[in-house]
Nanobody, 120 residues
Framework: QVQLVESGGGQVQAGGSLRLSCTAS????????MGWYRQAPGKQRELVAVSTSGGSAKYADSVKGRFTISRDNAKNTVYLQMNSLKPEDTAVYYC??????????????WGQGTQVTVSS
């Protein structure tokens, strides 16, 4: 069974920085993509950034130029460096993993979420 462990959330003032990390463990044959989503109170979960196996990255327009996603493939870990944080970035951030199992089934796994709070 594949599990995701997230860390790095917390509270910061506007303009500050945080770094989230998410490590996948378990029986993974290959990773298709790892990314970050967020959900603010009363809003739908939305894409923040995703890193594909081909090395490309996609960002939400609201975080472009402020957030950077990166991966350590040897550690099955994805990071989200968040700079110039704004109060509107406040949300629960979820890690998402798309992978192929050793039986070559395509599966999606979500992390438990980590709270990011940005105060003005």
């Amino acid at each position: 069974q594949v599990q995701l462990v997230e860390s790095g959330g917390g509270q910061v003032q506007a303009g500050g920085s945080l770094r989230l990390s998410c490590t996948a463990s378990g029986s993974i044959f290959s990773i298709s993509a790892m990314g970050w989503y967020r959900q603010a109170p009363g809003k739908q979960r939305e894409l923040v950034a995703v890193s594909t196996s081909g090395g490309s990255a996609k960002y939400a327009d609201s975080v472009k130029g402020r957030f950077t996603i990166s991966r350590d493939n040897a550690k099955n870990t994805v990071y989200l460096q968040m700079n110039s944080l704004k109060p509107e970035d406040t949300a629960v951030y979820y890690c998402k993993l798309d992978y192929y199992s050793r039986s070559y089934y395509f599966t999606t796994v979500w992390g438990q979420g980590t709270q990011v709070t940005v105060s003005s």
